[in-house]
């Protein structure tokens, strides 16, 4: 299993940007795809962005296209997720998560971290 940890989330302004970090450990990561998810107070969780780690490919919910977007750093077994133009309705609890390439259900999951767009 990978072991995920996030970091970044705040208090930002409506329009405003946010980077958050998500540091991967443990497995080879290149059998990997690594996503956000959110969950909003009283909502469910929701898929955000993934990227395959092997080739970087990525795939965004309509609610962030284009606005959003999600990288990785080999190197530092780092993925990010930048947010532009942030709406109150991004206001959640974002989690990274990772699956292998070859199932859909994501099995790894960090701790979250909060982020809230202020009105």
């Known amino acids: 299993q990978v072991q995920l940890v996030e970091s970044g989330g705040r208090l930002v302004q409506t329009g405003g940007s946010l980077r958050l970090s998500c540091a991967a450990s443990g497995s080879i990561l290149s059998s990997y795809v690594m996503g956000w998810f959110r969950q909003a107070p009283g909502k469910e969780r929701e898929f955000v962005a993934q990227?395959?780690?092997?080739?970087?490919?990525?795939y965004f919910a309509d609610s962030v296209k284009g606005r959003f977007t999600i990288s990785r750093d080999s190197a530092k077994n780092t993925v990010y997720l930048q947010m532009n133009s942030l709406k109150p309705e991004d206001t959640a609890v974002y989690y990274c998560a990772a699956r292998w390439v070859t199932v859909t259900t994501y099995n790894s999951w960090g701790q979250g971290t909060q982020v809230t767009v202020s009105s």
């Open positions: 990227i395959a780690w092997s080739d970087g490919s990525t």
